[in-house]
C-alpha cells in the first residue's frame, strides 16, 4: 500500500478549517490538524476523530514546534495556514493573541513548509483592503487599513502575514500561494460569535429583533463554505501559483438591512430590524470581490446561491 499524501490544516478546528478537513480526507489525504481551540471546537471535528487518516494535535502556533510534534516530523505535502481568529468580536476580545498568531504563528509555520519543502497556502482576507476605495476590489488594490484602528489587530496582523510569506517566496522559493477570503458562511460558524449571518439567523429562529450595527446600507457579499473550500484547494493544487495572491469569494454583494430581509423571510420569523449605534471603527463601508482572476487561473466560481446556503445554515442552527 502507498503512503498517503499528508497535509497539515492549521487552525483545523474552526468553521473554514474543520470542513476543509473533511473534503481533504474525502480526497483520501492523510490530514494534520493543529489547533489551539482559542476560537474552535473539537465538536466541529467529531466525525473525523475516528479516522485513522485524521490527526489532531493541540497546539499554539505562536509556540515553536518542538519534536513533541512527533507527527511535524514526517514529510508533510502541502501545509494551509488558517490559524487566526476570524470574527470581529473574537478579534478584538483577542487581539494581542490575533496579532502575535499571524506574526510569530505565521514564521512558525512557514519555517516549517520551508524545511519539509511544502506546497503552503496562506488564509488572507477581504479586510487587507481596509475600508476599500476601490470597488469592487482586485487583487492588485493596496487597501485603506487605520493601522492604530480597533481593526488593525486583524488587518494589519494579515497584511503582515501576507508580507512574510512573499519574503518566504523571493528569499526561500517557497511555494506559496495566498488566497484572500472575503465573507463565508454556512454549518459550524460558532452560534454566538457575533458574525452577522449567525447573529441573524439565530435572532429570527428565537423570535427577537436583527441587530443591524449602523443604518445597514453597509454591503458584504457572502460565500458559501462549500464553495470556499473547493476554492481553497483549487488554490493549493493548480499549477503555477507560487507567490500569487487571489481572491476567494461570492460577488453576489447586498446591504446588511438586505440580507436581514432574507433571513427573516426564510425563517418565517416575525422579527423586527433594530438599528444600533455598534459598528467596530472603520467597520468597511463595502465589499465585493473581483474573482476574474480566481476564475481564469484556477477554473473556480462560486455554485451555491444565496437562498439554498441560507437554508442549509438555518437547518443547521434549527439542529443545534
Ligand atoms: P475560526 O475562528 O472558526 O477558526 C480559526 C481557528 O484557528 C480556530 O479553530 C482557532 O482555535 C484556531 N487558532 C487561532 N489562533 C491559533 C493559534 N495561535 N494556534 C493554533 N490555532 C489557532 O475562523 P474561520 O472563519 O474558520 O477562519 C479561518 C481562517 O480564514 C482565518 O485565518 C481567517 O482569518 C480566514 N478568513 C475567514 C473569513 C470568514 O468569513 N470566515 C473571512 C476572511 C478570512
Ligand atoms: N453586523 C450587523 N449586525 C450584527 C453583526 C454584524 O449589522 O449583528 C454588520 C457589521 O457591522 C458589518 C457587517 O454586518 O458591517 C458584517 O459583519 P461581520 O462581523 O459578519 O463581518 P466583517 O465583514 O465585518 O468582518
Not at 131 to 138: A, F, G, V
Not at 165 to 188: Q, S, W
Request: overall charge neutral; aromatic content about 8%; glycine content about 6%.
Amino acid at each position: 500500500m502507498t503512503a498517503k499524501i499528508k497535509c497539515l490544516v492549521t487552525g483545523g478546528a474552526g468553521f473554514i478549517g474543520s470542513h476543509l478537513c473533511d473534503k481533504l480526507i474525502e480526497k483520501r489525504y492523510e490530514v494534520v490538524c493543529l489547533d489551539n481551540l482559542i476560537t474552535g471546537n473539537k465538536e466541529n471535528l467529531r466525525q473525523l476523530l475516528n479516522n485513522p487518516n485524521f490527526h489532531f494535535v493541540q497546539h499554539d502556533v505562536v509556540n515553536p514546534f518542538t519534536t513533541k510534534l512527533d507527527l511535524l516530523n514526517q514529510k508533510i505535502q502541502y501545509i494551509y495556514h488558517l490559524a487566526s481568529p476570524a470574527s470581529p468580536p473574537q478579534y478584538r476580545k483577542y487581539s494581542i493573541e490575533t496579532l502575535l498568531t499571524n506574526s510569530s504563528g505565521t514564521y512558525n509555520v512557514l519555517e516549517l513548509a520551508r524545511k519539509m519543502k511544502a506546497f503552503y497556502l496562506l488564509a488572507s482576507t477581504s479586510e487587507v483592503y481596509g475600508n476599500p476605495i476601490m470597488h469592487p476590489q482586485k487583487e492588485s488594490y493596496f487597501g485603506n487599513v487605520n493601522p492604530v484602528g480597533l481593526r488593525a489587530c486583524y488587518d494589519e496582523g494579515k497584511r503582515f502575514a501576507e508580507a512574510l510569506t512573499m519574503e518566504y517566496v523571493r528569499k526561500h522559493n517557497l511555494d506559496a500561494r495566498i488566497v484572500r477570503i472575503f465573507n463565508t458562511y454556512g454549518p459550524r460558524m460558532q452560534k454566538d460569535d457575533g458574525r452577522v449571518v449567525s447573529n441573524f439567523i439565530n435572532q429570527a429562529i428565537a423570535g427577537i429583533s436583527l441587530t443591524i450595527y449602523g443604518d445597514g446600507t453597509q454591503t458584504r457579499s457572502f460565500c458559501y463554505i462549500s464553495d470556499m473550500v473547493n476554492g481553497i484547494i483549487a488554490a493549493m493544487e493548480s499549477k503555477d501559483m507560487i507567490g500569487e495572491v487571489v481572491n476567494l469569494g461570492n460577488p453576489n454583494e447586498l446591504t446588511i438591512e438586505e440580507i436581514g430581509e432574507i433571513i427573516l423571510k426564510l425563517t418565517n420569523s416575525k422579527s423586527s430590524m433594530e438599528k444600533y449605534d455598534e459598528r467596530i471603527g472603520d467597520d468597511p463601508d463595502k465589499r465585493k470581490p473581483d474573482i476574474e482572476k480566481a476564475m481564469k487561473k484556477l477554473h473556480w466560481e462560486p455554485q451555491i446561491d444565496l437562498e439554498t446556503g441560507l437554508n442549509k445554515t438555518i437547518e443547521y442552527f434549527k439542529n443545534l
